[in-house]
């Protein structure tokens, strides 16, 4: 069963998300970063990477990633794909894990995020199956295999996941700018 042109122009809005909220999320960080650690600028731009910064753009990043995993998911679902429901799931285990976080349920909230690991590799697996170009294809393939990872190295080494992680995001935000760029060339095509 392949992608119609509908559920790829509905596709086109994850993408897209997906590229501007990771985008976002990695250029504040770098720049937030660089200020304060290798200039000598006063506030405000100190301000930008104190921790509390740090945790509210991470929230929204989350509350974003999760809205476009569950648009993801819905759009498949509605196309008759039933690995849509995948994103969903990811979505309900990572909303359910951070509750359980909030009223102290560690060991609950330690399973149910394991869970949501699974799931987040099970998403990029989804996104390396709907690719409809062969580069995206593999930068979502790589980034699966990266997040596995960047889970072992976790418990080795775990400094380095934050290296691995922003080669995912990077990877990411490549390989939905090709589906983007494929899609609207389908688009274009077609007229």
């Known amino acids: ?63 974003l990633i999760l809205g476009l995993y569950t648009y993801m998911g819905v759009t498949l679902v509605r196309g008759g794909f039933s690995r849509g429901y995948v994103p969903v799931f990811f979505t309900a285990s ?14 609950a909230a330690i399973v149910v995020l394991i869970i949501a690991l699974a799931l987040l590799i099970g998403n990029y697996a989804v996104l390396t199956s709907i690719a409809t170009h062969r580069a995206s294809m593999y930068m979502w393939l790589t980034s699966t295999l990266l997040i596995i990872a960047a889970a072992i190295l976790a418990v080795i080494r775990s400094p380095l996941v934050n290296y691995v992680g922003a080669t995912i995001q990077s990877l990411s935000i490549l390989a939905c700018a ?7 060339g389908r688009q274009g095509q077609a007229r």
């Open 1 to 63: 069963m392949s992608l119609g042109a509908r559920l790829l122009n509905r596709l086109a809005w994850f993408y897209v998300g997906f590229v501007l909220v990771n985008f976002a999320s990695l250029l504040w960080l770098f720049i937030s970063s660089y200020l304060t650690i290798y200039t000598d600028l006063p506030l405000p731009y100190f301000m930008l990477y104190i921790p509390n910064n740090i945790a509210i753009v991470a929230l929204v990043t989350l509350a």
């Open 178 to 184: 090709i589906e983007v760029w494929s899609i609207m």
């Open 94 to 107: 990572v909303v359910v894990g951070l509750a359980l976080l909030l009223i102290r349920q560690f060991i």
